[in-house]
């Protein structure tokens, strides 16, 4: 079993000193498949590890940034996405990654990880566990070293993904969006985004300036490919077999909120105070 537990629990809150894009740099070997993939990131990680502990010896505990870590959690086509956007806006502490964005952009740039990861995406499948821990940790640390919150989307979706993260950060403050099934379907099917940004438009709630285009960039805007309402219905019974039960493990932790509705402009309100009230700016 691949350990994740690669830094000490005293030092894991603060900065790291690799600063990882999405496709981590300090890969110098180019992985041919997805396990080569996590293979060679953990063997990178573990040949470094030691020199960071040895630069953390000397840090003081007590000058951490009192940054946050922070999940959006919530069924497929359930306002994450909408919801973070709101959060970024009156949060300007904050950092967003959504792994959906992330796997999306790998994608597009059609890299190993992308074509692998498209089956399972467009199947409506869960891209394998060791694959998005790896990503998600290279990504959050980047997020860690610019001192920011971190608002995580899409990630945790499974058990062994939220293991994984308890044994790297101290998760916080998590959002549950709890909207019923039948509104998601009917809205998916309106949701155009904007790939580049990740920014989300829907016809009937917040349409574009401009038909088919971005409002900042004036780019085109698509539909995902896995939102067909085969593969929506396939990705709404994953959420409710593998990624409901974090609902009551973070609940059990005492950091879990659920906000019910169906329209994320009347959630939010009560969102962002609660947000306020849990310490974040
Ligand atoms: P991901 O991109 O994370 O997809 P998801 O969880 O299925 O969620 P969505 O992005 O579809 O929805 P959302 O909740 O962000 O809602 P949105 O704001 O867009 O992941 C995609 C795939 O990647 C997964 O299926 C999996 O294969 C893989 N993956 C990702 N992370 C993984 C992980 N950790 N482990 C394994 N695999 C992973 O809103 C939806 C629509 O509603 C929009 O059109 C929006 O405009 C509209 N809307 C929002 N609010 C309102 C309102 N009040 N009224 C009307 N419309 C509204
Ligand atoms: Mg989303």
């Known amino acids: 079993m691949m350990t994740m ?7 894991r809150r603060h900065k790291f000193p690799t600063a990882v894009s999405p496709w981590p740099q300090f890969l110098n ?21 030691m020199d960071r502990s040895a630069s953390m010896a000397d840090t003081d ?3 951490l940034p009192n940054e946050k870590f922070m999940l959006i959690l919530g069924k497929p086509g359930g306002g994450k996405g909408t919801i973070s956007s709101k959060i970024l806006k009156d ?16 994608v597009r740039e059609e890299t190993k990880l992308g074509k692998e990861a498209k089956a399972y995406m467009d199947r409506g499948d869960l891209v394998p566990d060791e694959v998005m821990i790896r990503l998600v940790l290279d990504d959050s640390m980047s997020a860690i070293d610019s001192g920011k919150h971190l608002l995580l989307d899409g990630f945790p979706r499974t058990i062994e993904q939220a293991i994984a993260l308890d044994e790297n950060i101290d998760v916080e403050v998590v959002v549950d969006l709890n909207i019923p099934t039948e509104t998601i379907v009917e809205r998916i099917a ?27 960039s004036g780019e085109d805007l698509v539909q995902r490919d896995d939102d067909k309402p085969k593969t929506v219905r396939k990705r709404l019974e994953a959420y409710d077999k593998v990624t409901s039960p974090l609902i009551q493990y973070y609940a059990k932790k005492g ?6 509705g169906t329209m994320s402009d009347k959630i939010y309100p009560d969102v962002k105070e609660w947000l306020k009230k849990m310490g974040l700016n």
């Open 190 to 216: 309106d949701r155009w985004i904007h790939p580049a940004s990740g920014r989300v438009y829907n016809y009937s709630y917040n349409p574009p300036l401009h038909h088919g285009k971005d409002d900042e």
């Open 91 to 106: 949060f300007p502490g904050m950092e967003h990654v959504s792994t959906g964005d992330i796997l999306r952009q790998h």
């Open 5 to 11: 537990n690669i830094f000490s629990r005293a030092i």
């Open 29 to 49: 070997e180019q992985p041919n498949n997805l396990s080569e993939y996590v293979s060679l990131s953990v063997r990178s990680f573990n040949s470094t590890s």
């Open 61 to 63: 505990l007590n000058d």
């Open 255 to 260: 950091v879990l909120k659920t906000f019910s």
